[in-house]
């Protein structure tokens, strides 16, 4: 069973189109993360969340906390095709692991 | 700089054979580092981490082992590929005191 489930697990859209997607757990986490990557290269840091309802904007990507620390969105306004990678959201144990889920893969059509 | 070089970057190997990756970090010392195998574009999966040279902790029972001879090298190997190895493996350390991890540019290992 995954910590964390991601959702959807692949999604392709056309260029100038707006998208959510979702990483869910019935866990509650002192805090979020979320990493971009794209194919052939080592995922990089977005965004770390770290207070329930709280939103923080990347140029185009909007990220959200779920109010009970659970959960949290990444909203991306207006994709390109620079947006394509695989998204990955990622919690630490407070230990000296950090455990990713499965990662929603975006395809962007130009 | 926080660099992570990952060698090498791409690997063919038959079943049975052994197999070394390596992996070195520039930057403070004493990091963090941790071996996160990615299978078919999905989720990583933690396989070892290591808080100081020759300290070792295994997350997943496997015919992989891992190793720190020095405070910036990290090495995975094994003494016999299974075709279940095949994946991109990713070398990452942690930033002091900030949980976010700074990964390689991995290594991807096909075992035929």
């Known amino acids: 069973t995954q910590l964390l489930e991601q959702s959807p697990q692949f999604l392709s859209i056309q260029e100038g189109e707006n998208l959510t997607v979702y990483c869910n757990s019935s866990s509650v986490f002192s805090s979020l993360q979320w990493y971009r990557q794209e194919p052939g290269e080592g995922p990089v840091l977005l965004v770390t969340v770290v207070t329930g309802g709280e939103v923080k904007k990347l140029k185009r990507l909007t990220f959200q906390f779920g109010d009970a620390r659970k959960d949290s969105s990444l909203h991306i306004t207006a994709a390109q095709p620079g947006d394509t990678g695989l998204y990955l959201c990622?919690?630490?144990?407070?230990?000296?692991?950090?455990?990713f889920g499965a990662g929603t893969r975006l395809f962007v059509k130009a | 700089s926080q660099t992570i070089h990952q060698w090498p970057a791409t690997l063919v190997q038959p079943v049975g054979s052994p197999l070394s990756l390596e992996c070195t970090v520039e930057g403070t010392s004493n990091p963090n580092l941790y071996w996160y195998r990615q299978a078919a574009g999905r989720g990583l999966q933690l396989l070892f981490y290591s808080v100081g040279i020759g300290q070792i902790s295994s997350e997943v029972p496997q015919n992989l082992s891992a190793s720190r001879p020095q405070d910036r090298q990290f090495i995975l190997s094994s003494k016999k590929l299974l075709l279940s190895d095949s994946g991109f493996y990713l070398c990452a350390r942690e930033s002091s005191g900030a949980n976010v991890l700074t990964f390689g540019a991995g290594s991807r290992l096909t075992v035929l």
């Open positions: 990622a919690f630490n144990t407070g230990g000296f692991k950090t455990i």
